[in-house]
């Protein structure tokens, strides 16, 4: 079943600039509501965590583990590109969180000295909006998903950060200690 009031009290342009085609809201070419273009709100998705220390298990085999810095659960949708990866790498990497000599979260990761580790997470895109087992349709098919998480990595390495991470696509324990705690959800496409 469509919507079509999802969307409602946001403009038209401002909308569309930050959706991709297929999904659940419609706008019509003259800028209002109809049924004549579809358009999907998923972008790569992020749940950042500041922790004091994180660790990711493998068959009882630690994999990747940081002290200080961000848990990255990175998730890839069917329509993420590298500009999706582009875009959330430059974020977390910029992102203010860690405290000043004030108290003020108005430091960077690399300001703070700390690490990442970053763990495929496509739970991310559980739809349970029509019931109650989650529905996986948005998530990308797993080689999509790891080139894109592959690529990801590689960008928040070029940003000058160490960075740990799961190994994709196995079952994975993962253990941290949220700091504060902090977390953000971080969406390419802006939705939040």
């Known amino acids: 079943m469509v919507r079509t009031n999802y969307c409602k009290g946001q403009s038209a342009k401002r ?27 998923a972008g790569m998705r992020a749940v950042v965590q500041r922790v004091s220390r994180a660790q990711v298990t493998v068959d009882r085999k630690v994999v990747g583990k940081i002290e200080a810095g961000l848990l990255v659960l990175l998730g890839v949708s069917t329509t993420d590109t590298e500009t999706d990866a582009d875009y959330l790498a430059d974020k ?21 000295g700390g690490a990442v580790l970053v763990v495929s997470q496509f739970t991310l895109y559980g739809d349970v909006r029509r019931g109650k087992r989650p529905s996986f349709d948005a998530a990308a098919r797993p080689e999509q998903a790891r080139k894109l998480y592959e690529y990801f990595v590689e960008r928040i390495r070029a940003a000058g950060l160490r960075c740990e991470t799961g190994q994709f696509q196995e079952m994975m324990q993962v253990e941290l200690v949220n700091d504060g705690p902090v977390t953000i959800l971080l969406d390419s496409s802006k939705m939040f």
């Open 15 to 41: 909308l569309t600039r930050r959706l991709k085609p297929i999904s659940i809201c419609i706008v019509n070419a003259d800028g209002g509501w109809g049924q004549t273009e579809v358009w999907q709100t």
């Open 92 to 112: 977390i990497a910029g992102l203010r969180i860690f405290e000043d000599q004030d108290g003020k979260m108005n430091r960077s990761v690399a300001e703070a």
